[in-house]
């Protein structure tokens, strides 16, 4: 039976809108064509999956990078259920190009028997990009004829821009159902206005459930040096991740003052830089390796990772003071003596009120 002119339109308006929730907006990366950084973005898998299995779909090297971006025990096993629909993100490498930024060489996927672009696109991927991206970025003239065992570069959106002159991860949100600019941007800790200017205007009207949005996630400060393997190393808040050829575990948390807390991983590490992890411990201090801190007076110093070369890991003094903040002009006599006055002066008044209330016979 054939469809009637109202039903044909009725799905046309809605192959028109899975459409455009599916499409992922390019996200801008001004930055030079040879810019790397790390970036994130939201995974809703259609089916149950497993962390492995998410680890090889967008070839993440390391399980534990995944944990640390979910901030997931890093005792969590690899064969864990990632239910389905379930929101998760995932780490990977991002490449400035053409003013536009997109996944560095990675995630690398293999077509199956029966597969076609718009199925890997949109299920497999989950509408991250579409097929005339995965086409364009592999060369691939006829978006009808690939092979089973063919291997597809996945161009995943993001972007290596400072934002307000900092340095920040951007991080592929995928909007929920019903939600606001002002509601994500108080959860991530941005604006409505930054939300509006990376994303190319966007608002609450045109905003819609299942968009990609160019999230900036602030990091914590670090100690680490401009000449070190890892710079910058950007962690945002409520994540961990590995760094100096995983030696180093580094996390972020806004309750710590935006300071990035490292200490050593405990990880076994083999790999073709070092057999074993270096030594990390801060000059000038008696057995204090990265992560210990020691406490004298009112300032504590602390033993930080300050990045890392092809032979050592470096480490830097940090001191923070304790103290309480004190009147600008004022010593401890001057408050002691203002302390004082006060005591007098409430004594007096109290006489005065009593004179008030029981006077003299």
């Given at each position: 039976?054939?469809?009637?002119?109202?039903?044909?339109?009725?799905?046309?308006l809605?192959?028109?809108?899975?459409?455009?929730?599916?499409?992922?907006?390019?996200?801008?990366?001004?930055?030079?064509?040879s810019?790397?950084?790390?970036?994130?973005?939201?995974?809703?898998?259609?089916?149950?999956?497993?962390?492995?299995?998410?680890?090889?779909?967008?070839?993440?090297?390391?399980l534990?990078?995944?944990?640390?971006?979910?901030?997931?025990?890093?005792?969590?096993?690899?064969?864990n259920?990632?239910?389905?629909?379930?929101?998760?993100?995932?780490?990977?490498?991002?490449?400035?190009?053409?003013?536009?930024g997109?996944?560095?060489?990675?995630?690398?996927?293999?077509?199956?028997?029966?597969?076609?672009?718009?199925?890997?696109?949109?299920?497999?991927?989950?509408g991250?990009?579409?097929?005339?991206e995965?086409?364009?970025?592999?060369?691939?003239?006829?978006?009808n004829?690939?092979?089973?065992?063919?291997?597809?570069?996945?161009?995943?959106p993001?972007?290596?821009?400072?934002?307000?002159?900092?340095?920040?991860?951007h991080?592929?949100?995928?909007?929920?159902?019903?939600?606001?600019?002002?509601?994500?941007?108080?959860?991530?800790?941005?604006?409505?206005?930054?939300l509006?200017?990376?994303?190319?205007?966007?608002?609450?009207?045109?905003?819609?459930?299942?968009?990609?949005?160019?999230?900036?996630?602030?990091?914590?400060?670090?100690?680490?040096?401009?000449?070190?393997?890892?710079?910058?190393?950007l962690v945002?808040?409520?994540?961990?991740?590995?760094?100096?050829?995983?030696?180093?575990?580094?996390?972020?948390?806004s309750?710590?003052n935006w300071?990035?807390?490292?200490?050593?991983?405990?990880?076994?590490?083999?790999?073709?830089t070092?057999?074993?992890?270096?030594?990390?411990?801060?000059d000038?201090?008696d057995?204090?390796?990265?992560?210990?801190?020691?406490?004298a007076?009112?300032?504590?110093?602390?033993?930080?990772?300050?990045?890392?070369s092809?032979?050592?890991?470096?480490?830097?003094?940090?001191?923070?003071?304790?103290c309480?903040?004190?009147?600008p002009?004022?010593?401890?006599?001057?408050?002691?003596?203002?302390?004082?006055?006060?005591?007098?002066?409430?004594?007096?008044?109290?006489?005065?009120?009593?004179?008030?209330?029981?006077?003299?016979?």
């Amino acid at each position: 039976m054939g469809l009637s002119s109202t039903e044909f339109l009725l799905n046309l308006l809605l192959l028109t809108v899975l459409f455009a929730i599916s499409t992922s907006a390019p996200f801008k990366c001004t930055s030079s064509s040879s810019s790397t950084c790390h970036a994130l973005i939201d995974y809703i898998p259609p089916n149950t999956t497993s962390l492995s299995s998410l680890k090889t779909l967008f070839s993440v090297k390391n399980l534990r990078s995944i944990l640390g971006a979910n901030n997931l025990p890093l005792s969590t096993p690899s064969n864990n259920n990632v239910p389905a629909q379930t929101t998760i993100k995932i780490p990977f490498p991002c490449i400035c190009s053409n003013g536009t930024g997109i996944s560095n060489s990675k995630p690398i996927y293999i077509v199956q028997p029966g597969d076609i672009l718009d199925h890997i696109a949109r299920e497999v991927f989950s509408g991250l990009v579409t097929f005339q991206e995965i086409a364009a970025v592999n060369s691939i003239p006829d978006a009808n004829v690939i092979e089973a065992g063919q291997k597809l570069r996945i161009p995943l959106p993001c972007s290596c821009d400072e934002v307000g002159g900092e340095r920040v991860v951007h991080y592929g949100h995928i909007v929920e159902s019903g939600s606001t600019l002002e509601v994500i941007a108080e959860e991530y800790g941005t604006s409505k206005d930054i939300l509006m200017s990376l994303n190319n205007g966007v608002n609450d009207t045109s905003l819609l459930a299942g968009q990609i949005l160019d999230v900036p996630l602030q990091a914590c400060n670090s100690s680490v040096t401009t000449s070190s393997l890892d710079y910058p190393l950007l962690v945002p808040n409520g994540t961990y991740a590995f760094t100096a050829n995983s030696c180093v575990r580094c996390k972020c948390d806004s309750a710590n003052n935006w300071i990035l807390q490292c200490e050593p991983s405990g990880l076994t590490i083999a790999n073709s830089t070092w057999s074993t992890c270096p030594p990390m411990k801060c000059d000038g201090a008696d057995n204090l390796s990265i992560g210990n801190s020691t406490n004298a007076g009112c300032n504590t110093t602390t033993c930080a990772y300050a990045g890392f070369s092809n032979q050592t890991i470096l480490t830097a003094l940090a001191t923070v003071s304790t103290c309480p903040a004190s009147t600008p002009g004022s010593g401890s006599d001057n408050y002691a003596s203002s302390s004082g006055m006060s005591w007098k002066f409430l004594i007096i008044s109290l006489h005065l009120f009593l004179l008030c209330v029981y006077p003299l016979q």
